[in-house]
């Protein structure tokens, strides 16, 4: 009887201490602020902290108002103002919320170095890089930009697996002239700027399973999905 009392005890005792140590109690979700009071969640992916959503805030970090673009009137890129312009990038499905894709910034706004929330940045190529070899090393070699895909927003074929909670959509992209499109294409700026070519270095997601770095002209603009400093 005794022994039958001494194993209860010892049983409750190890399915106490499983349970305060169990792996399944997760830390509270993570969420930053910009200057508009937009709130974004976030994401851990190896030893980087993501945001999970496209940057949409409409002022620099320090309150100034960004230039909110008006096509035929404003100059998209003018090396002579270098205005920091936005705007939003558009949709065609009416029950979205205005701000679902995003903002796109134009190069001036991207190089203020004042659109990511205090302790957060624009990415590096090598930050994108780092996220793509996490993905590779972990089960999604060869499929990394469908990995990082919504599972739905981009037409049939294109939709991805969101493996990892980063729902990348198809926000676009803004041509040199100002022109926003809606192409089922996601593009992120990095920091990376080539002052010899003029050309910036961006990450895309497209029609295919890898992820692209293509280089355009300086005049394009795109979304950010900010990184923790």
Known sequence: MKKLIYLTLVIAAMNSCSKEESP?????EVTVTDADGNIYNTITVGNQVWMAENLKTTSYNDGTPIIQYQHQVDVWHDNVTQNGYYQWAD???DTLPFDYYGVMYNHFAIESGMLAPEGWRIPTIQDFMELENYLSNNGQAGTEATALKSTTGWVANYNGTD???FTGLPNGYVASNGSYFQAQICVWATSAVNSQTQKRTVVSLF??????????AIELGSGIRCIKE
């Not at 399944?24 to 509270?28: F, L």
């Not at 029609?207 to 355009?216: K, N, Q, R």
């Open 91 to 93: 949709n065609e499905f």
């Open 207 to 216: 029609d295919e399973p890898t992820i692209l770095f293509p280089a355009h």
């Open 163 to 165: 493996n990892i909670g």
């Open 24 to 28: 399944d109690i997760t830390e509270p």
